[in-house]
């Protein structure tokens, strides 16, 4: 069972930068791939990135690369998403999510949620 805290979420203006943090709790942290995904009022839920366990192999989103960073501290059972240059399309509620074995965009191949952050910028 894992368990995933998102946290740095907030209002920013666009152009700006934020940076989310996910803590996991729970064994074998490093074996979990790891996502992020967004959702926007009246939207579906969508890939934003995803991060493999040991090797850190990244993949993302056309609307985010080269604009947005995925990475993970095995140590401290976290991963995070550096967002820079932020536009006031990126809106929307932020989730962790970690799935044990593959890399996948589709979220419902994820076995475990956090509860989701809102990030909103600002035109």
């Known amino acids: 069972q894992v368990q995933l805290v998102e946290s740095g979420g907030g209002l920013v203006q666009a152009g700006g930068s934020l940076r989310l943090s996910c803590a996991a709790s729970?064994?074998?942290?490093?074996?979990?791939?790891m996502g992020w995904f967004r959702q926007a009022p009246g939207k579906e839920r969508e890939f934003v990135a995803t991060?493999?366990?040991?090797?850190?192999?990244?993949y993302y989103a056309d609307s985010v690369k080269g604009r947005f960073t995925i990475s993970r501290d095995n140590a401290k059972n976290t991963v995070y998403l550096q967002m820079n240059s932020l536009k006031p399309e990126d809106t929307a509620i932020y989730y962790c999510?970690?799935?044990?074995?593959?890399?996948?965009?589709?979220?419902?191949?994820?076995?475990?949620w956090g509860q989701g952050i809102q990030v909103t910028v600002s035109s």
């Open positions: 999510a970690a799935n044990y074995g593959t890399t996948t965009y589709a979220p419902g191949d994820y076995d475990y």
């Open positions: 729970g064994r074998a942290f490093s074996m979990y791939f």
């Open positions: 991060i493999s366990g040991s090797f850190g192999h990244r």
